[in-house]
C-alpha cells in the first residue's frame, strides 16, 4: 500500500515541479530530468511525518531499484536518505506503475555492482563522488509483493 498521509513538496523547486508533472499525467510526463529517465521516490519525513517526493534518477535491473544519495556531489546527503534510513518502506512511482520497496543501503561488491549500473544510467555520479569526502549512498529498493 503506498505510502499515505499529509504530502509535503520540497522546497527546492525544481523537484516539487516534477513530481507535480510526473504526477498529474499519471507518469507519462516528467519522466526525464536533465536528460536521464527518473522515477519518484516517495519516503516518510523522519522528523514530520509528511509523505516526501523526490525525483531520482531511474537505476533498475526490472525487478529492484537502486537510489543514489548524491545531491550532485554536496557535502551532505539529501534528506531522504535520512528518511528512509528512518523508515525503510517506500514507494516508488515508475511510469505509471507504483509499488512499494523495502530500502536497504549497499555496501560491499553488492554496492559496487549497482553503483556500476548507476553510472551507466546517470555517468556524473563519478564526477560527483570526487566533489565531496563522503561515501555517496547507494540504496536498494527491494519490492513488497
Same mark, same amino acid.
Not at 79 to 93: C, E
Not at 97 to 114: F, K, M, N, S
Given at each position: 500500500?503506498?505510502?499515505?498521509?499529509?504530502?509535503?513538496?520540497?522546497? &527546492?523547486?525544481?523537484?516539487?515541479?516534477?513530481?507535480?508533472?510526473?504526477?498529474?499525467?499519471?507518469?507519462?510526463?516528467?519522466?526525464?530530468?536533465?536528460?536521464?529517465?527518473?522515477?519518484?521516490?516517495?519516503?516518510?519525513?523522519?522528523?514530520?511525518?509528511? $509523505?516526501?517526493?523526490?525525483?531520482?534518477?531511474?537505476?533498475?535491473?526490472?525487478?529492484?531499484?537502486?537510489?543514489?544519495?548524491?545531491?550532485?556531489?554536496?557535502?551532505?546527503?539529501?534528506? &531522504? $536518505?535520512?528518511?528512509?534510513?528512518?523508515?525503510?518502506?517506500?514507494?516508488?512511482?515508475?511510469?505509471?506503475?507504483?509499488?512499494?520497496?523495502?530500502?536497504?543501503?549497499?555496501?560491499?561488491? #553488492?554496492?559496487?555492482?549497482?553503483?556500476?549500473?548507476?553510472?551507466?544510467? &546517470?555517468?556524473?555520479? #563519478?564526477?560527483?563522488?570526487?566533489?565531496?569526502?563522503?561515501?555517496?549512498?547507494?540504496?536498494?529498493?527491494?519490492?513488497?509483493?
Amino acid at each position: 500500500m503506498p505510502l499515505e498521509g499529509h504530502y509535503e513538496p520540497a522546497t &527546492w523547486s525544481v523537484a516539487a515541479d516534477q513530481v507535480a508533472l510526473y504526477e498529474s499525467s499519471g507518469g507519462t510526463e516528467g519522466t526525464v530530468l536533465n536528460g536521464a529517465v527518473c522515477v519518484v521516490l516517495w519516503t516518510r519525513g523522519r522528523s514530520s511525518g509528511h $509523505v516526501r517526493k523526490s525525483p531520482v534518477i531511474r537505476v533498475t535491473d526490472g525487478e529492484r531499484y537502486a537510489v543514489l544519495g548524491s545531491m550532485g556531489g554536496a557535502p551532505k546527503d539529501p534528506s &531522504w $536518505v535520512g528518511n528512509l534510513r528512518a523508515d525503510p518502506h517506500v514507494t516508488l512511482q515508475d511510469g505509471p506503475v507504483v509499488r512499494d520497496y523495502t530500502a536497504r543501503p549497499l555496501e560491499g561488491d #553488492e554496492r559496487a555492482e549497482w553503483w556500476a549500473r548507476a553510472v551507466e544510467a &546517470w555517468p556524473p555520479y #563519478e564526477e560527483y563522488q570526487t566533489r565531496t569526502d563522503r561515501v555517496i549512498p547507494v540504496i536498494l529498493l527491494e519490492p513488497n509483493d
